[in-house]
């Protein structure tokens, strides 16, 4: 009967595109639901919407780069919205390199299920090269950018994090340091093809310190090696999945849960799906 009941949750969990829903179907055998539903405008569309005063005010600001007066010119706009112009204003967000704002447009519940809105493929040869230059994977590499920042590479953190993949200048300039390059400037830090290779290297050597596991490297990533190192002491062989919920600070505890569910998103959009838990990361080293 517990047998039935938990084949029952698994198979209600397993429908689900999060965290919870990829380890349950990777646990009874089934295929992750990524439940993407296809954008369906027209260029017309957009172009109508374009034409509205307040979307050409804010892609005006934007474009000399007032973003406080354009993003609220948008969030103004937005309540007047129907579901199908609010898909079209995510798009043009997008096409105009304000991916961001796409991605926050399209957290509406009516797109939930709009893959290409909410999980944008930006920066693709930025991800690319980086990603065959530091050997991590690029569906990582890519879940972190969005976990950070949601691709925002002028993102500022209260803790003075920076850039696409939120990197700290203190991180940024020992990586530098440790690849050989000239450690960057503050301000370097808002280039996303330099905060992306720093973050590239730095993932790179926790990975490599971790023994490839990606849920170890994303907690360091996020709360420091030396909370994990203290978070993982004493526990070898315990499983991964039970480990991920003992993780004391609930704001890691759900990064390291969201950029292993966004991997598994980004796997299967580039066509390369992995693992939600690979053999080797099914259980503390």
């Not at 944008?120 to 690029?138: C, E, G, I």
């Not at 950018?145 to 691709?151: D, I, L, T, V």
């Amino acid at each position: 009967l517990h047998s039935d009941r938990a084949q029952l949750t698994f198979n209600s969990l397993a429908m689900e595109r999060d965290y919870y829903g990829f380890l349950a179907a990777e646990q009874i055998g089934t295929p992750m639901r990524m439940n993407n539903e296809p954008l369906q405008l027209t260029p017309a569309q957009i172009n109508q919407l374009r034409r509205q005063p307040a979307v050409a005010r804010a892609i005006e600001l934007y474009a000399v780069g007032d973003l406080i007066n354009a993003g609220r010119e948008w969030r103004d706009l937005l309540p007047e919205l129907s579901n199908e112009d609010r898909a079209a204003a995510a798009a043009l967000a997008q096409s105009i390199g304000w991916i961001t704002q796409g991605i926050r447009t399209a957290s509406a519940p009516s797109l939930h299920n709009t893959l290409v809105l909410r999980f944008p493929l930006a920066y693709q040869d930025t991800f690319q090269k980086v990603s065959h230059t530091t050997n991590v994977a690029r569906s990582f590499l890519q879940a972190i950018a969005r976990q950070e920042s949601a691709y925002d590479p002028r993102a500022r953190s209260s803790a003075n994090a920076r850039g696409l993949m939120q990197l700290m200048h203190p991180t940024a300039s020992g990586v530098a340091r440790r690849i050989g390059i000239t450690p960057p400037s503050v301000s370097e830090l808002y280039d996303p093809s330099i905060n992306v290779e720093l973050a590239g290297h730095h993932l790179a050597a926790l990975l490599d310190r971790y023994d490839r596991q990606r849920p170890l490297a994303a907690a360091a990533y996020n709360a420091g090696e030396s909370r994990v190192a203290r978070w993982t002491k004493d526990r070898s062989g315990m499983a991964m999945d039970v480990w991920i919920e003992t993780i004391p600070f609930r704001e890691t505890r759900n990064y390291v849960k969201n950029v292993l569910a966004f991997d598994q998103v980004y796997s299967q959009l580039l066509g390369s799906p992995v693992p939600m838990l690979k053999v080797h990361e099914t259980a503390l080293q």
